[in-house]
């Protein structure tokens, strides 16, 4: 009698998947992998975007078989993967303005029907993503964002959030939780850091626009990272993918935490992990072992006024109570029934 | 064939001769009739495969373009004014990254104040961004120079702006003359990339470029241009050989042979010009006429050798540079380096204020007998404008300008302009 | 070349009466040009728009100054705008009204120019009659044909049909040719309104 064995997936892989049928394995452990971001690049160590962006990418390119072409903000990942005259990059790949990848990644998408039309293809077999870090698609990128969503233009676009404008020295973004230390919300005065009641949720407002596909996930979860890129890619139209990555020079935090905080704010509620399909939550990864927001902030210097003596336990109260909502919001401990859906 | 037809009209049929790939615009005025006139020829299936996407501003127009273009799609766009400035970031990358982008600009003036009406502010403002910039005489000219902009654009992969004036071309009635496909499809092959995104053929495009690279890649792109100065005359000939007229090229003097005074104008305002000149011909002036056709790249030696024996200069601009006088003007002036002869500058029509043959006749009238100061505003209402000065001589809280002005000129409505 | 200014309100179709003109004329083999004095979209604002006819290209490009011919569609202008500005001392007036011209409070003005000339036509009525809307500006294009001579009915009627096309275009063109012989009864019997009905008159 033979009966299935359960592994379960651990967040390093010293397994390297080997127990898991092929096609259920990391993109990444596979020789055929397209390393599309080839090592060389110039991220700093512990890079959560580069993690991220590695993961993500080969997993589309899996997805589409290797059919795929790349729009990218400025940021980051553009700099870091692009030092001329290198290019990390091994799909094709383009670079326009901070602001714009997601018109971009619309133009290349609209070309490429033609382009199937002419070959007398119903639609073409090469797809597009389009990503960029969160000041690019939260901030200026927002408009561009919401018409390529409106319009339902056929692209996935990833953003790799990690929560401010780090490639210019770490100034603030809306994606910049409250409390946190950036440049241009500086730990002083009654309150410090980045003030509470502002900043947007994309991923929400990307499930407003009714898009096929939202998803968020996290570097702490590579292996739910790729499945959603590659449910994503098994989709048409407008998808939005939404990842956490830290960035240890802009959260002053070891380079060898990076995993860890990203695993940390999924498990304090800080960071929903789910997946949504035209504007209603399908599913939601639920909170294997609860911990309280101080366990999160602790190792990030960006939120170290926030203890010492006498620190401040007020403003940690009010982050708590965000991730309690967020939890009872999205359901996110598993028993309860979520508003967001 | 022979139509009576909006200048719009014209321009959407001509660029849906030139088989774009992909149609991407946002409305201003006075564009709004040429995309909507490509929008039904796509909706309708006249022009297939064809796809319009209707983007959210201008700055996401020119920026679906510049991806479309990557991919190796043939696109255009259109925009004017406020919509151009919006885009100017994107505007910069196009010809950065050389992509072949074909771009009208139906002329309007730039706010503050808001204004609707033609001048050539909004061009002018990109003089320096790397596009190469054709300005249309008439509405046959502008449907002319979109077929020899596709053309120049990809031979050169630098994108191409055609401006002609909002208002007084795009929304006038003329008969022009449509070419037919055969016609345009011998002219205008199908578009060939110099760089594309192609999984067959992974390439990275945008990259970063330091110090030790990025004057090198700039240089490049002024060599370009100045190896269309060569290119835009030799298109204009082929151009003429398949559809029987002239259109384009680097400049069109108009008698100027003997000329002792010239006049040098860009676009529609040519047409009133050149009957002006023949008027004070047939009195007796030796007076010419250089239209410039194509504005960047600047046409020097062209420039100079229309104008180099003349005794005196008129440049007639729809533009200005604040502070300084004409924008046209000073590279009229780089032309003739070196040659003495007397040079006027006359601003006119800004805001789309009309431009009479009586006032032209006026000032040239003037320039002839050196009478004119260098730099003149045509027809302005000194009346009002040192009202306005001695009103905020007089008060701090003097309050809006353009308010007070118009309220200054009593019922707007009632003017025949 | 002829010169022509249409002066209306915004909604009444200054404009493609103006557009309407100049196919007429390419219709006829001539060259044309039609532009309108460009504004915002506005109902009910003043509009002017203007059309050049000549044998030769049209080049110049400045609003119609001296006009020889006038089309008022909308007769609240006349005291409000200066419409007759520029007018050609032998230019002809054709003004949208059922008054007659001497009720319009226009002697001293007329008076200055060709007075025979100057007629009014009830096009508003027409078009009421033949469309059930009160668009006069294809009505006026009829009777411009018969008062000037300067294009045929025949060229207006193609011009109708090209920009309206199927039924509406057949009840304009019938609406046009009644004012076109209207206009020439009018004109003929030296009657100073034309097209409006008895009881119209007040």
Redo the contacts between chains.
């Keep these: 009698m033979t009966q299935p064995i359960k592994f379960y997936q651990t967040g390093t892989f010293t397994v390297g998947n080997r127990l898991l049928p092929p096609e259920q394995r990391s993109v990444q452990s596979s020789i055929a992998r397209d390393n599309s971001l080839n090592s060389g690049h110039r991220a700093c160590q512990g890079c959560g975007e580069a993690l991220g962006a590695r993961y993500a990418v080969d997993a589309a390119m899996r997805a589409t078989h290797g059919r795929l072409i790349a729009a990218n903000a400025t940021g980051c990942l553009e700099v870091f993967s692009t030092p001329y005259p290198e290019s990390s990059w091994q799909l094709p790949w383009l670079h326009s303005l901070f602001g714009n990848a997601a018109a971009v990644g619309s133009g290349i998408a609209a070309a490429l029907r033609v382009k199937a039309h002419k070959a007398g293809q119903e639609q073409s077999d090469i797809r597009v993503i389009a990503q960029g870090g969160d000041g690019g698609t939260t901030d200026i990128g927002f408009g561009c964002l919401s018409g390529m969503f409106e319009r339902n233009d056929d692209v996935l676009y990833i953003c790799y959030d990690n929560e401010g404008y780090m490639n210019t020295g770490v100034q603030r973004s809306s994606a910049t939780p409250p409390a946190a230390r950036t440049a241009t919300t500086m730990p002083m005065g009654p309150e410090p850091g980045a003030e509470f009641g502002k900043g947007k949720n994309v991923p929400l407002i990307a499930m407003a626009h009714e898009i096929p596909y939202v998803a968020t996930a996290t570097v702490a979860d590579l292996r739910d990272l790729e499945a959603k890129v590659e449910k994503a890619m098994s989709l048409h139209g407008s998808r939005y993918l939404h990842v956490f990555v830290p960035c240890p020079l802009g959260w002053g935090s070891a380079s060898c935490d990076t995993i860890k905080l990203a695993r940390l704010a999924r498990e304090t509620g800080l960071f929903p992990v789910f997946e949504a399909e035209n504007g209603q939550v399908t599913d939601v990864t639920t909170i294997r072992r609860r911990v309280p927001v101080e366990e999160y902030l602790r190792p990030q210097k960006r939120f170290a006024h926030l203890f010492g003596d006498p620190g401040r336990p007020d403003l940690i109260a009010r982050i708590q109570a965000g991730a309690d909502r967020n939890i009872e919001r999205f359901g996110l401990l598993g028993s309860q029934t979520s508003e967001a859906s | 064939m022979k139509k009576q037809i909006e200048g719009s009209r014209a321009v959407a049929e001509s660029v849906a001769l030139c088989r774009p790939d992909v149609i991407c615009a946002y409305p201003i005025s006075p564009q709004t009739h040429i995309v909507e006139g490509l929008g039904e020829l796509v909706k309708s299936g006249e022009l297939s495969p064809c796809e319009f996407l209707n983007v959210e501003s201008e700055f996401a127009a020119m920026s679906v373009a510049i991806g479309s273009s990557a991919t190796g799609g043939r696109t255009y766009t259109a925009t004017a004014s406020q919509g151009l400035l919006f885009m100017v970031e994107a505007v910069y990358n196009a010809s950065g990254l050389g992509l072949p982008i074909v771009m009208t600009v139906a002329n309007r003036a730039i706010g503050a104040p808001i204004n609707i009406w033609n001048d050539h502010s909004d061009s002018m403002s990109q003089r320096d961004c790397g596009w190469i910039q054709l300005f249309a005489e008439s509405n046959q000219e502008a449907l002319d120079l979109h077929i020899q902009a596709f053309r120049l654009a990809e031979e050169m992969s630098m994108p191409v702006m055609v401006c002609m004036d909002g208002f007084i071309l795009t929304h006038a009635y003329e008969q022009v003359d449509m070419p037919d496909q055969a016609q345009v499809d011998a002219f205008l092959p199908p578009y060939e990339p110099r760089q594309v995104l192609d999984p067959d053929d992974p390439v990275s495009i945008g990259a970063m470029v330091g110090p030790e690279a990025f004057m090198e890649v700039r240089y490049l792109a002024h060599a370009k241009q100045l190896m269309a100065l060569a290119r835009i005359p030799e298109i204009a000939a082929e151009f003429e050989q398949i559809f029987g007229r002239n259109a384009g090229g680097l400049v069109r003097p108009h008698r100027v042979e003997d000329a002792e005074t010239i006049v040098v104008a860009l676009g529609s305002v040519i047409g009133t010009l050149q009957e002006v000149v023949d008027t004070m011909r047939d009195q007796g002036e030796k007076i010419g006429l250089l239209s410039i056709r194509a504005f960047r790249p600047f046409p020097l030696a062209e420039v100079r050798a229309a104008l180099g024996g003349a005794k005196r200069v008129v440049v007639l601009e729809k533009s200005f540079s604040v502070g300084l006088g004409g924008v046209v003007s000073t590279d009229v002036r780089l032309a003739l380096s070196g040659i003495q002869l007397h040079g006027y500058t006359v601003v006119a029509g800004l805001g789309g204020r009309a431009i009479t043959q009586d006032s032209l006749l006026r000032v040239l009238g003037e320039a002839i007998e050196d009478k004119l100061e260098a730099l003149t505003f045509l027809d302005l209402d000194w009346d009002i404008v040192n009202r306005h000065l001695a009103r905020e001589a007089e008060t701090r809280r003097s309050g809006p300008i353009a308010e007070n002005l118009l309220r200054d000129l009593g019922v707007v409505g009632a003017k025949v302009y | 070349m002829l010169q022509v ?1 249409i002066h209306g309100r915004g909604g009444q179709g200054v404009v493609t009466a ?2 309407m003109l ?2 007429a004329a ?2 006829e083999g001539r ?10 979209e506005r109902t009910g ?2 509009v ?1 728009a203007f059309c050049r006819i000549d044998d030769q ?7 119609i ?1 001296a006009p020889d011919v006038l089309i008022i569609q909308d007769a609240t202008l006349l005291h ?3 419409v007759f ?2 007018l050609k001392l032998d230019g002809y007036v054709l003004i949208n009204s059922r008054h007659p011209f001497d009720e319009l409070g226009l002697e001293d003005i007329a008076e200055r120019f060709c007075r025979e000339r100057f007629i009014t036509l009830s096009a508003t009525e027409i078009a009421l009659r033949h469309l059930g809307r009160p668009l006069p500006n294809a009505v006026l294009l009829g009777g411009f044909a018969a008062l000037t001579g300067l294009v045929g009915l025949d060229g207006v009627a193609h011009a109708i049909e090209h920009k309206f096309g199927g039924e509406i275009a057949r009840r304009n063109i019938a609406a046009a040719t009644e004012a076109y012989e209207a206009v020439a009864d009018a004109t003929r019997s030296g009657a100073s309104v034309a097209g409006a009905s008895q009881e119209a008159t007040e």
């Design positions: 200014r103006a557009e100049s196919i390419f219709e060259h044309a040009q039609a532009f309108p004095s460009f504004g915002s604002a003043p002017v290209p049209i080049q110049i490009r400045e609003p100054l409000q705008v200066d500005q520029g």
